[in-house]
């Protein structure tokens, strides 16, 4: 079996831009994956084009190690782009993989190990401002049968906060937490906002809430600050999904700088690399917790990992916050219901692109905002009613 053709397919779902990738073999099978990567859609696209493409065709997409392996080895500058890229490819492999195999692709990673896998809830806090609609929202949340949930309340702070601004954040969090009850998971996220002092002092602010993690709480680009924030505070630090090699991941648990490794299997590398940092983890007794905040071929491709991964915790997911339509862009298996997800039982990853709903939504510039305008909560929620 060889690769003979990819194709990409560039798509707008309000918050954002998804780009899906699909591979056809000379069998005639098609395999699909996703590198979406916020307001980098379109030069993922043009990397995808202008350097994988050539390294993939005539290939045997079960030769993972010696073909994502080799463009790994070879993209020489590395960073999110062309990792994205090679991440994209990894995942439309697997799913020609397990329909060659007849196979869901959890079973050919090494088969079901949990009995169930909960949801963590993302995205359901646009245009929340005051404590009061942050806790009216999450109810919503509760409601729907999710198991925890997942907010940033610290606006747009940059290092550091005013006493006012951390009161502010406080109050949210306790509103949310007295909405939800004591048995919903929250966790608190930060976008790398803070420097460690502040971080701290807000952390420890925290505690009486009882956090799930403190997700990102100080710059991902310095392992060092993450443990400093980790050593002071008595919950969880969770990190990873702004790592992008195996040396990083590797840095990160040797140094336990974190409690839960949120590897991005979009842009890590894909389904293989995961495995072998979900490895690295449980060998420190650290769990992992994929992140995933772009579309349905990449949240499906996650969980298949997480179905075979011993150490996975909960999975992120999105889904029941964006457009309406959003699962109309695959048909195949919905993976998700009340608050839980649903075993896969259909080869490969159990999705295929309904390429005429995505040339209905074309792509759109910068449709993603940046989380330090101060609109950006506001533009969160007006974008996915579009």
């Given at each position: 079996m060889k690769i003979t053709r990819?194709?990409?397919?560039?798509?707008?779902?309000?918050?954002?831009?998804?780009?899906?990738?699909?591979?056809?073999?000379?069998?005639?099978l098609t395999g699909i994956g996703e590198a979406s990567l916020e307001w980098q859609e379109?030069?993922?696209?043009?990397?995808l084009h202008e350097w994988v493409e050539d390294r993939v065709l005539g290939t045997d997409p079960f030769d993972l190690e010696a073909v994502i392996g080799g463009m790994i080895r070879d993209q020489y500058q590395g960073g999110p782009t062309v990792m994205t890229a090679i991440s994209g490819v990894e995942i439309a492999c697997w799913d020609l993989?397990?329909?060659?195999?007849?196979?869901?692709?959890?079973?050919?990673?090494?088969?079901?190990?949990?009995?169930?896998?909960p949801a963590y809830a993302n995205g359901w806090y646009g245009n929340c401002e005051t404590p009061k609609q942050y806790a009216e929202k999450?109810?919503?949340?509760?409601?729907?049968?999710?198991?925890g949930l997942k907010f940033d309340p610290f606006g747009t702070a940059w290092k550091e906060?005013?006493?006012?601004?951390?009161?502010?954040?406080?109050?949210?969090?306790?509103?949310?937490?007295y909405a939800v009850g004591d048995r919903m998971e929250l966790m608190i996220e930060a976008h790398g906002r803070l420097s460690v002092a502040c971080a701290i002092e807000m952390g420890l602010r925290l505690v009486p809430y009882r956090p799930a993690w403190y997700e990102e709480p100080v710059t991902p680009n310095s392992l060092d600050l993450l443990a400093e924030v980790k050593a002071a505070l008595p919950y969880p630090i969770a990190a990873g999904e702004r790592l992008y090699t195996l040396p990083d991941f590797f840095r990160l648990i040797q140094m336990r700088a974190?409690?839960?490794?949120?590897m991005d299997p979009a842009h890590c590398g894909g389904l293989h690399i995961s495995r072998k940092v979900a490895a690295m983890a449980e060998a420190q007794d650290m769990t992992v917790s994929p992140h995933c905040s772009i579309g349905p071929v990449a949240l499906c491709a996650a969980l298949h990992f997480d179905w075979a991964t011993p150490n996975v915790q909960i999975q992120e997911n999105f889904a029941d916050f964006d457009v309406p339509w959003r699962d109309d862009l695959v048909h195949g298996w919905n993976p998700t219901a009340n608050g839980m997800y649903i075993l896969p039982d259909r080869p490969g990853l159990g999705l295929e692109l309904n390429t005429e709903v995505c040339n209905a939504h074309p792509y759109r510039k910068n449709s993603f905002p940046s989380l330090w305008n101060s609109t950006w909560q506001t533009d969160f929620t007006q974008s996915t009613k579009s």
């Open positions: 990819l194709e990409s397919f560039l798509v707008n779902a309000g918050l954002r831009n998804y780009l899906f990738i699909r591979l056809t073999t000379d069998d005639g379109m030069t993922v696209q043009t990397v993989i397990g329909k060659a195999c007849a196979q869901p692709v959890y079973r050919l990673l090494g088969g079901q190990c949990h009995d169930f896998l999450a109810r919503t949340v509760v409601e729907r049968g999710y198991s906060m005013s006493q006012e601004q951390m009161d502010q954040a406080e109050a949210v969090v306790e509103a949310v937490r974190a409690d839960v490794v949120q």
